[in-house]
């Protein structure tokens, strides 16, 4: 792939990002194996957010929590949804009508993949609005990313 190829670029600046969240400390899941990736329940995923269920099958960082192909267990043994799971209920809810439910930002935030606009969107739970709109995954850690660290930086 060359190096003008925007969706190397793409890639790049993902692991970038998980390498971040590492740098934070985040709670990172072990990757997803190549079967559950390549499998039929996956193919509707967006290829960045599949990228990344390769470095880590869910994550629990500062300000933000992305889903897995699994539950995620959490500390006093509660189980954060899968990307199945959480979709289901936010369909069920009249939160989305399509897309993916992927995970959760700090103030009651759902972070989705809204298929027919072709981007990550976070959702104002109590009133359903979009609030921020990314066009790739690594945009969005991004911006969760710069908030926890200048909150660390000012600590």
Known sequence: V??????????DLLVQAV???RRLNAYMMPPAPEKTLSGILCNWLP???????GMA???????????????MPLAGG????????ATQRAKADDMISGGHALGRAGGGL???????????????????DVLYEFTTLAELLDHWLK????????S
């Open 19 to 21: 390498e971040r969240l």
């Open 147 to 154: 908030i926890a660290e200048r909150r660390i930086a000012s």
């Open 2 to 11: 060359s190096a003008g190829n925007p969706f190397r670029m793409t890639d």
């Open 47 to 53: 290829a960045d957010y599949k990228q990344f269920l």
């Open 57 to 71: 099958n869910g994550c629990q960082g500062p300000g933000i929590r992305l889903y897995g192909t699994e539950p």
């Open 110 to 128: 759902l972070i989705v993949h809204n298929e027919e606009a072709g981007r990550y969107e976070a959702l104002d739970e109590s009133c359903r």
């Open 78 to 85: 509660q189980m954060e949804p899968d990307i199945f799971m």
